[in-house]
């Protein structure tokens, strides 16, 4: 089942379609800004997204527990990713981010199917263990490869940056 999400700025983040298990597809529209807190949360059949370049906040637990999720491309737009934002999406294998991102605490905590990703140089972090239980996952900054063994050396080159929501 594919959803073409009606609502206007932001998506408010009250879970209005957290555990919704039939959703398949959501397409995001062009007048939404931010997605708040939890909204696709435990859509467990959810397998694409689709994100506007107006988007520039992804909430917290947004897609956590999406298990069917395979793929993201988070776009140009997006400036910050919250803590917990794919944390627990088991079949995510791809994920391209964008330069100048800032990643939330564990963003991809426990997403076991993860096995490569590169990190933009630019990218900035507001929070710890980003890639928490990822232990099959190997990524790529700075031309440097860095696995579950020294994540934490990883984490000591990235900058840490405060985001702060207009």
Not at 99 to 122: A, H, Y
Request: glycine share 6%; with cysteine; aromatic share 10%.
């Amino acid at each position: 089942q594919s959803h073409h999400y009606p609502y206007r700025v932001p998506l408010s983040g009250s879970g209005e379609l957290n555990m919704c298990s039939s959703l398949e597809s959501i397409t995001i529209p062009d007048s939404v800004t931010e997605i708040g807190s939890g909204v696709f949360c435990w859509c467990s059949n959810l397998k694409s997204i689709e994100i506007p370049n107006s988007v520039k906040v992804i909430g917290d637990q947004e897609f956590a527990m999406c298990s069917s999720l395979e793929s993201i491309s988070i776009p140009n737009s997006v400036e910050y990713i919250d803590e917990y934002a794919f944390s627990h999406c088991s079949g995510l294998k791809e994920v391209t981010l964008p330069d100048g991102i800032i990643l939330g605490k564990q963003v991809f905590n426990e997403c076991e199917s993860l096995r490569n990703l590169t990190l933009p140089d630019n990218v900035s972090r507001n929070g710890g263990d980003i890639f928490k239980d990822c232990n099959s996952l190997t990524v790529t900054y700075k031309g440097n490869e860095y696995n579950y063994t020294n994540f934490d050396e990883l984490y000591n080159l990235i900058p840490m940056t405060i985001y702060r929501f207009n």
